[in-house]
């Protein structure tokens, strides 16, 4: 088993870490209790979910984002996908799924460098938070085998991706 990593007082999006729980999975790992800075709310949540973004509030403060229907054409409507990044309404898109979503963090990348990200291009969140995308809080990669270097370089060498 590898060497715990204290989370405590550190923030993942508007997920404030609280505690420690004893509870541990199946496989050893270990839980924290986490309070959203928007809603208050307060649960239990595995700490590699939490670490790699894929735990959001689902509440409607300021910060959270929730599911919802949108209407015909209303570009810019957002929601949290279930693996934590933020997917934004734009069916006019050359990249956009079925139903008219793409990933908001390339969107915003795409805006950056002017022109259309290709498939095999990373964008990655320097701070680890999938919610945050702030142009200054992203970094593009020219495959996923250089920002897995990257990774392999950061300080913790845990990859959040």
């Not at 088993?1 to 496989?27: E, H, N, Q, Y």
């Not at 599911?67 to 069916?91: H, M, S, T």
């Not at 956009?96 to 990200?117: F, K, S």
């Not at 095999?120 to 702030?134: G, L, T």
């Amino acid at each position: 088993m590898t060497a715990l990593i204290d989370l405590s007082g550190r923030t993942f999006g508007t997920l404030a870490v609280v505690k420690r729980v004893p509870t541990r999975s199946s496989d050893g790992r270990a839980y924290w209790r986490v309070r959203c800075s928007s809603c208050g709310r307060e649960y239990e949540v595995r700490s590699d979910n939490l670490r790699r973004g894929a735990v959001t509030c689902r509440c409607q403060g300021p910060t959270c984002l929730k599911p919802r229907k949108v209407a015909p054409g209303e570009f810019g409507a957002r929601y949290i996908n279930g693996d934590g990044y933020v997917r934004l309404y734009a069916p006019w898109h050359p990249r956009a799924d079925a139903q008219g979503w793409i990933l908001e963090h390339r969107y915003v990348m795409e805006q950056i460098i002017g022109r259309p990200l290709r498939p095999e291009e990373v964008v990655h969140h320097n701070d680890r938070d999938r919610v945050n995308n702030a142009p200054e809080n992203l970094t593009l990669y020219e495959n996923e085998a250089a920002h897995a270097a990257f990774h392999a370089q950061t300080d913790d060498g845990e990859a959040a991706f």
